[in-house]
């Protein structure tokens, strides 16, 4: 069974940083592409940054890029979203999530294998 959990929310004023975390086992951590989603209240989930099994690619949200920074390190089974300048607008709910593939679609309608239970990010302004 595959279990996903992720850590690093927390309250935070506008401008800061934080760094999640996420940790994945029951799988081959590395033969599979991984994102985060966000879902703020009142709002659709969105995919905020994805990346391959192999790092080749990554995908990121318009409104995040140059800001958060998407990474893996397959020997500790961890994904990462580094996120700096945070703004009031990235407050929510944070997902990791595992594809069923190396590559991903880093959308809503993705094939998942597996979602977190999320972590709050909340940004003061």
């Known amino acids: 069974q595959v279990q996903v959990v992720e850590s690093g929310g927390g309250l935070v004023q506008a401008g800061g940083s934080l760094r999640l975390s996420c940790t994945a086992s029951?799988?081959?951590?590395?033969?599979?592409?991984l994102g985060w989603f966000r879902q703020a209240p009142g709002k659709e989930r969105e995919g905020v940054s994805c990346i391959t099994s192999g790092s080749t690619t990554t995908y990121y949200t318009d409104s995040v890029k140059g800001r958060f920074t998407i990474s893996r390190d397959n020997a500790k089974n961890t994904l990462y979203l580094q996120m700096n300048s945070l703004k009031p607008e990235d407050t929510a709910m944070y997902y990791c999530?595992?594809?069923?593939?190396?590559?991903?679609?880093?959308?809503?309608?993705?094939?998942?294998?597996?979602w977190g239970q999320g972590t709050q990010v909340t940004v003061s302004s």
């Open positions: 029951g799988l081959t951590f590395a033969s599979y592409a």
């Open positions: 999530v595992t594809f069923y593939s190396g590559d991903y679609v880093c959308r809503s309608d993705g094939k998942f294998k597996a």
